[in-house]
């Protein structure tokens, strides 16, 4: 059998040797290409989640002064008050159901649905709309800590307690002493009866509604903390957050009422006045307009001496509404008279009478038996703060809150509930009271 012969082994070309090493300098030119390209696609998703998970939430969407209102703050918020809403929204529709079904008027609730209803259905709207009660409390906390006013971690336990207590029908510890106390001031000694010649007693009814505990407190509140984190898509911590909050901005509302009540200004003023009217027409000549005003001097001049208001007002006003009773209009608030009346009559002493003061009716003359200076309008002491205050507002579409979809069946008025966030009456845990 013949050998094979061997193939010798033959050194490569220097085309080929040029063509391998061309071949390999493209292999690590992709090679880098891809590289580069993966490093950028990652830089370029990791910028994306820095963005979205640490610059987004701490961007400020406004700033009262110095403090700032972070993106994070305003997107829990809003989710915890969306969720609210839509409670009250399904609370509603379920009452409406039950109220409007024996009502001749139709919906009893209506415009109240109506109106939660479209506040659903704007997310946008309804984050703006807390952006605004958080600009409000900021400026709060603030007036409040110029003015050393604090609030105290037990001051906020003790409203979380009443929160919840009044949640379950029930009353707090210290509620349900204080109720106590305040009936045995109240209520006379247990009568005696004669029986039989023996003396019994009467005993008092004992209290019937149920007290909260320290253990009925921690049950029902981590309750209604898990509802509302589960519902709401926020942490446990978060929802208590917020739950403390709100209860420390309203001791604060309270605290700054108490301190600055009087130098609020006041809302809901009325006077209580009565009035004589002679009357003029549209068309009034000059000459009818003088004698008008000639009768209203000489009364008004009469009652300064000492008239009785009463009876000149049966026997010359031409206010055929109140002229038998002596002209009294009761209390009116402002905003109820024409302006020229409303002015002479918010600007009168009581009991002092007026000169003639001239209407599109005619002339009227005014005495004020009294006056409600009205309550303080918190309300309008916070608007002039916010006025004296820097507040900037910085929210955009990129820093809007992505808040869960309406249930739709809420939005179209069907009855179809959510679950209710506050928690069932758990059980008895009445503190021995």
Known sequence: MAKRQRKERTEPTRKETAMTRKEREQARRVTIIVGIALGLAAL????????????????????????????????????????????????????????????ETGSVFGSQIAQLQSTLANPDGLSNQVLEEMIDEEVIRQAAAELGIVVGNNEVQQGL??????????????????????????TPTPSAEVSDGETVETPLPSPTTQVLDADGFTE?????????????DLSSGQVEG?????ITLQLLREKLLGQLGDEMPKAGEQVSARHILISLPEDASEGDEQQALASAIEISQRLKDGED???????????????????????FGRGRMVPEFEEAAFSLPIGEISDPVRTVFGYHIIRVDDFDEGQPDFNGWLVDQKVSRLIERNLTDSLLPNLPE???????????????????????HNGGM
């Open 406 to 428: 309406t249930n739709p069946a809420l939005l179209g008025g069907s009855a179809n509930p959510l679950a209710p966030i506050a928690p069932p009456p758990a059980q008895d």
């Open 220 to 232: 029902n509140f981590n309750l209604l903390i898990e509802n509302v984190s589960g519902e709401a």
């Open 242 to 246: 917020v739950y403390r909050s709100l």
């Open 309 to 331: 208001f009463a009876e000149l007002a049966a026997e010359f006003s031409e206010d055929t509404s109140n002229a038998e009773n002596g002209g009294d209009l009761g209390f």
């Open 44 to 103: 370029v998703l990791l910028g994306g989640l820095v963005y979205q998970f640490l610059i987004v939430p701490n961007s400020s969407v406004a700033k009262v002064g110095d403090q700032s209102i972070s993106a994070s703050d305003l997107a829990e918020r809003s989710k915890f008050q969306h969720l609210q809403t839509e409670s009250q929204l399904s609370n509603l529709i379920q009452l409406d159901r039950q109220f409007s079904a024996d009502s």
């Open 161 to 186: 307690e009443e929160l919840i207590a009044s949640q379950m029908g029930a009353v707090t510890v210290p509620q349900a002493t204080a109720t106590a106390e305040a009936l045995a001031v109240a």
